[in-house]
């Protein structure tokens, strides 16, 4: 498999203004996730989908925050009116529906926003 | 309410010698526990997971973890570290009632094998 991708790598943005960021997962996995990840902590998760249906959403994911996943494919997180308590690494995650392998998340390398 | 605490944030150990990373957890219900590492400018890697069955899980790179239901533990280790083996370990925990890969993490340990 070649990977879950995620774009871009960096975002450095001013507060207030809006971001996207867009993750590709490993190509037949059906659900995906959302988690962040701020310094010196672990990964928190965001939000869930199967395939197209966000089907759980964490009280982390303020009314700022949107995620889609059009068609069960990539998804895109985007954040509005962006604050500095925002800049986190965003970490992107799929795993398959297959048996004894469903709770392996193979994890993307992340965007890593800064928020000035 | 479910949680990880990784006591160590560092561990520096002699390359050849035992490893042991710890993590003790807590859930309302029965857990499923993992281990991932993370290297510099890469994604988190799945390592090894307890579902059911034996306490003893082995995993990825020679690594295995024994999960302790009475102290709630499940503490990563390896008979002989290398230096590669250097990097960000992540214990992780969910109970078996919420959400399949909505994983509670701990804050990390650093390993550092020094040659």
């Known amino acids: 498999d070649t990977g879950v991708s995620q774009d871009p790598r960096h975002k450095i943005t001013k507060r207030g203004q809006n971001v996207t960021f867009r993750c590709d997962p490993i190509s037949e996995h059906n659900r995906l996730y959302w988690y962040r990840q701020t310094l010196g902590q672990g990964p928190e998760f965001l939000t869930y989908?199967?395939?197209?249906?966000?089907?759980?959403k964490s009280r982390l994911l303020s009314d700022r925050f949107s995620a889609e996943r059009p068609k069960g494919s990539f998804s895109t997180l985007e954040i509005q009116r962006t604050e500095q308590g925002d800049s986190a690494m965003y970490l992107c995650?799929?795993?398959?529906?297959?048996?004894?392998?469903?709770?392996?998340?193979?994890f993307g390398s992340g965007t890593q926003l800064s928020v000035l | 309410a479910q949680s990880v605490a990784q006591p160590e944030d560092q561990v520096n150990v002699a390359e050849g010698n035992p490893l042991t990373v710890k993590c003790t957890y807590s859930v309302s219900g029965n857990p499923y526990l993992f281990w991932y590492v993370q290297y510099p400018n890469r994604g988190l890697q799945f390592l090894l997971k307890y579902i059911t069955g034996d306490n003893l899980v082995k995993g990825s790179y020679g690594f295995e973890a024994e999960f302790n239901k009475s102290q709630t533990s499940f503490h990563l280790k390896k008979p002989s570290a290398l230096v590669s083996d250097s990097a960000l370990y992540f214990c992780?925990?969910?109970?078996?009632?919420?959400?399949?890969?909505?994983?509670?993490f701990g804050r990390g340990t650093q390993l550092t094998v020094w040659p």
């Open positions: 992780a925990v969910r109970d078996r009632g919420s959400t399949l890969g909505r994983l509670y």
């Open positions: 995650a799929s795993s398959s529906r297959g048996q004894g392998i469903r709770e392996k998340l193979f």
């Open positions: 989908f199967q395939n197209e249906a966000q089907l759980e």
